[in-house]
Every structure is written in C-alpha cells, then in structure tokens.
C-alpha cells in the first residue's frame, strides 16, 4: 500500500483525493488545504510543518507555490507537482521528483473524472516512473512520457483549444443575450464545429467570410461589434484565418 500525501485543496487537488482514498493499492495518508469549510475530511491537516512521512506527496498547487512548499519536504521523499507549463527543474533540490499532469478541465465532485483522462508524466527515476504509471492506470487514465518542453507545450495547445475557444462561446452567447436571440440555435452547429475538428484536418474544413474572402460581410460584423476591445479581436482573429490560406 503506497501512502500519498496531497497538498492543495483546490479543484485538481480534491478531485486527486477523493479518487485517490478510493484505490485499492493507494492510501490517501494526509490532504492539505490553508483553509477547510465545515465538511474536514479525516486526512485534512492545516499546517504543512506537520506534514508526516509519506512514499509520495502531491502539490495540486499554483505554479508559484511549489518553491514554498518544497521547504517543508524532505529532500529524500519522492514529490510531484501537477503543472503543464513548470519544468522538472523545479524540483533541483528534490532528485526523486517528477510531474503528474491530467490533460482535462477539473471538477472538485466528479470522483469519475480521470477515466479515460489522458496525463503528461516525467520523473528523474525509472522506479519512480513506475509508480506514476501505476497511478495513472489505478484512476483507470491513460499515460504519455512527455519531457518539460513537450508538457508546456500541449498545455499551450490546451489553451488554445480549451480556454481560447470557451472563451469566444461567451462572447457569441453574449451577442445572442444582448439581442434577444435563443442560443439554443447555435448549438447543433457548435457541436458538429468540434465533432469536425476531431476527425479531420480543422486547417482544412474552415469555413467563413475571412476564409471566403467576403468584405461585405467582414465589414458588417465589424460595424455590429460597439466593443473596441471585440472589435479589434474580431479583425485580429480574421487576419490570422486570411494569412494561414495565402
């Protein structure tokens, strides 16, 4: 039974414990958090100077707390962060060290959420490897060795695709609150716009007035948009299309 140790009681951090103290061959030892609402879990603690000995220890942390909190772990255990854009590096004072990194958005409840989810790992040690290999697979996840470089580069890819792209759905959501438009009506397309990006090229099935070159239309949509900060988006993103088919 390997015992894990979890500092950070964020999303990443709860849904890793909570799925972790279900695992047969994994015990959650203890679960830190600054501060806990009224449901503490046994393994909660508040002070990381009372951190016990554990074969593994967790930071679902930000990127810059990692330095700090590797103050108060010994230099001998084996620890992890879980960041996409941070390197090994981190951890120069740590030789049995590495990364955990889930390539999915994260949810404090879903105790399912890592079936199925595929994680970028790296460790300095080929033992150490092992056990994060056999981490991934207790979660029923999936596994790729990535290095430092490929792990900040596919978590900027994440961004694009995931972050960027949630991002102009709000904005088109919002164009259709502002004018008393049901969003319902996008969504069949909004669907079928992801389902094509999957199984095809996206460089090759784009579509719109920037890809066909339609003015009339460009300058339609620059006219309805009152934002400036929109409207220079809007031009920035249609350029950027235009220049990838010149």
């Known amino acids: 039974m390997l015992e894990i140790t979890i500092v950070g009681n964020g999303n990443l951090g709860s849904a890793l414990a ?29 002070k990381l100077s009372k951190l016990k000995n554990a074969d593994l220890y967790i930071l679902a942390v930000s990127d810059n707390s990692i330095k700090k909190i590797l103050d108060y772990i010994d230099t001998n255990c084996f620890v992890i962060h879980c960041s996409g854009a941070t390197s090994i590096g981190v951890f120069k004072n740590h030789p049995r060290s590495g990364v955990l990194f889930p390539i999915q958005t994260i949810s404090k409840t879903n105790n399912t959420l890592f079936k199925y989810t595929p994680f970028c790992i790296e460790a300095k040690y080929e033992n150490d490897l092992d056990v994060l290999k056999n981490l991934v697979l207790a979660l029923e996840g999936s596994y790729e060795l990535l290095d430092s470089i490929q792990r900040a580069n596919i978590h900027l890819s994440a961004v694009w695709i995931n972050n960027f792209v949630n991002h102009m759905i709000s904005k088109g959501k919002k164009i259709c609150a502002d004018n008393n438009i049901p969003f319902s009506l996008l969504k069949p397309m909004l669907k079928k716009t992801i389902n094509q990006a999957l199984i095809n090229d996206p460089n090759k099935i784009q579509t719109g007035p920037a890809r066909r070159g339609d003015n009339e239309t460009l300058e339609i949509h620059s006219q309805l948009i009152n934002n400036l900060n929109d409207k220079k988006l809007y031009k920035i993103i249609t350029k950027s299309i235009q220049n990838s088919y010149e």
């Open 18 to 46: 909570n799925a972790i103290d279900n695992l047969k061959d994994f015990k959650l030892l203890e679960w830190y958090g600054r501060t806990w609402d009224n449901n503490l879990p046994p393994q909660a603690i508040t």
